[in-house]
């Protein structure tokens, strides 16, 4: 019996010490992915219109409203890709938009979620219409993981990184 309960402390302490990390007063989880982040004031800055072709390299949701279409590179903003001549789309640019995961378009306003706020992006104008802050909690990893730490109150999650 007292065989069976020492294995069960040292599995209990290897599971301890495996997921979680202690740095002075910061209890950190350590999973497969780590917390990218941005100050607040950097992320309401952020939001812009860049030209130009751009590598698709993390897609995530396409919304289309024609003539264009709109790809989603998960955490980082949208390719805007003009697909009047379906046999020959034409890449014009791309929203910068750190955190972002989802958007919707209405008329001429991309709506995007700009980590934990929502923007409003007048596509005609270029530019950042209305910005609603912390309407949406910070993005949590891919292994559906959460950050533990604690971290200044002016920083946002607005990125998870696979760990190497």
């Known amino acids: 019996m007292k065989n ?18 202690y740095y002075g007063d910061i209890l950190m989880y350590r999973g497969e992915y780590s917390p990218v982040f941005m100050k607040r004031a950097d992320l309401e800055k952020s939001v812009r219109f860049q030209q130009g072709k751009r590598a698709l390299t993390n897609p995530g949701k396409i919304y289309c ?3 264009y279409i709109y790809i989603n ?4 903003g949208i390719h805007v890709i003009n697909n009047t001549d379906p046999a ?10 750190p955190g972002c995961m989802d958007m919707a378009v209405k008329e ?10 929502l923007v409003a992006f007048d596509l005609v104008a270029g530019k950042v219409c209305q910005r609603v802050k912390n309407v949406f909690p910070e993005p949590i990893a891919p292994d559906n993981s959460y950050y533990y730490g604690i971290k200044e109150e002016d920083m946002v999650i607005v990125e998870w990184k696979r760990n190497q």
């Open 108 to 117: 001429h306003i991309l709506y995007l979620d700009n980590a934990v706020d």
């Open 4 to 21: 069976v309960f020492l294995i069960l402390v040292m599995l209990l302490f290897t599971f301890v010490n495996t997921s979680s990390t």
């Open 73 to 76: 590179e998960r955490y980082k």
């Open 88 to 97: 020959h789309p034409v890449t014009e640019g791309f929203i910068v938009a």
């Open 65 to 67: 409203k024609p003539p």
